[in-house]
C-alpha cells in the first residue's frame, strides 16, 4: 500500500447511469415508479417497494441481475480503477445504492475483487425470492442527525470511520463523487486530500457555492477520460511527494550517524617530543 485511500461514489461515477432508475426503466415500471414517487417517505422505501411490485409482476432476481449487463460505462473507468489499484492504493465505495446492484455490477465488471470495502444500504433475498433493500442507518435508532443528508445514509459519517480507521499521518484520501450526498463527506476531507466532483453535476455546484468551506483540493471531472487521468495524476503526485520525502528523511539520518560517528571518534594523543 502507498498510503491513499480512493473512495469512490457509484452511480454516476463508476457507471454512468442511476442504477435505480436503471432497473425501473429496463423492467417497464416507470409510470409505476412515478405515480409512487410522491406517496413514498424517501428513497429508500420507494426502491424497496418497486422492488415488491416488479416480485409481483412476475420479475425475477435474475431479470434484475440481466439488465446490469448493459448498464453504460465510460470505457476508461474500468482501466483507471484497475492502475489505481496496481499503484497499490485502498479502493472503496460509498453509495446509496444497495449491496446486490453493486455487487453485480463489479462481479459483470470483474472488478470485485479491486475494492477492500463497499457501504451501502444493505440488501437480500427473501424466502419468496423478492429483493428486499434496507437503510443503512438502522431506522429504530436515533437518527445520524445530519441535515445535508437522507435519513438512510450520511456518507460524511462513513467518511469519518474510514478515517478513523487509517493513519492520519500516513493515509491521504481522494474522494469521487456526482450526486448531492457526496457534499457531506466532501466537508469531512482534510488538508492534503483531494476531492474530485463532477462538474454540472448536484455536488458540484453545491461545492462552488462556497468552495472555502472544502479543505481538500478541488479537482472537477467531466467525463470517465477525465476521471482516468486527473486520478491516476493525483495517485501519482503523491507517491512522488511520499518517495521525496522518504528519500530526504533517509539522508538526514545518514548525515546524523555520520556526524555522531565523527563526534564520538577517539582523539589522537599527543605526541612527547
Not at 462481479?107 to 437503510?135: A, C, M, Q, W
Request: negative net charge.
Amino acid at each position: 500500500m502507498v498510503g491513499i485511500v480512493v473512495v469512490f461514489d457509484f452511480d454516476k461515477t463508476i457507471i454512468d447511469s442511476d442504477s435505480d432508475n436503471w432497473v425501473v426503466d429496463e423492467l417497464g415500471a416507470t409510470d409505476l415508479f412515478n405515480d409512487l414517487l410522491p406517496t413514498m417517505p424517501n428513497w429508500n422505501s420507494l426502491m424497496d417497494r418497486m422492488l415488491k411490485e416488479l416480485h409481483a409482476r412476475g420479475k425475477t432476481i435474475e431479470d434484475i441481475a440481466d439488465v446490469f449487463k448493459r448498464i453504460p460505462i465510460h470505457p476508461r473507468i474500468v482501466p483507471a480503477i484497475k492502475a489505481a489499484h496496481a499503484l497499490g492504493c485502498d479502493l472503496r465505495i460509498v453509495s446509496d445504492a444497495n449491496t446486490f446492484f453493486i455487487e453485480t455490477i463489479l462481479k459483470h465488471l470483474e472488478l470485485r475483487e479491486y475494492f477492500s470495502e463497499i457501504n451501502t444500504n444493505p440488501s437480500l433475498v427473501d424466502e419468496e425470492g423478492r429483493l428486499r433493500i434496507f437503510p443503512y442507518h438502522d431506522s429504530h435508532k436515533p437518527p445520524h442527525g445530519c441535515s445535508l443528508c437522507p435519513p438512510n445514509m450520511c456518507k460524511g459519517l462513513i467518511i469519518e470511520t474510514i478515517q478513523a480507521s487509517v493513519s492520519e499521518e500516513e493515509e491521504k484520501f481522494i474522494y469521487l463523487g456526482d450526486g448531492s450526498g457526496d457534499y457531506c463527506p466532501s466537508l469531512k476531507l482534510r488538508d492534503g486530500d483531494h476531492v474530485m466532483p463532477r462538474k454540472d453535476f448536484p455536488v458540484w455546484d453545491l461545492i462552488c457555492k462556497n468552495p472555502l468551506l472544502i479543505k481538500a483540493e478541488i479537482h472537477e471531472w467531466i467525463d470517465g477520460e477525465d476521471l482516468e487521468r486527473i486520478l491516476l495524476g493525483l495517485i501519482n503526485k503523491i507517491i512522488s511527494i511520499e518517495e521525496t520525502d522518504q528519500f530526504i528523511s533517509a539522508e538526514c539520518k545518514l548525515q546524523t550517524i555520520s556526524v555522531s560517528a565523527h563526534e564520538s571518534r577517539p582523539k589522537a594523543l599527543p605526541v612527547q617530543q
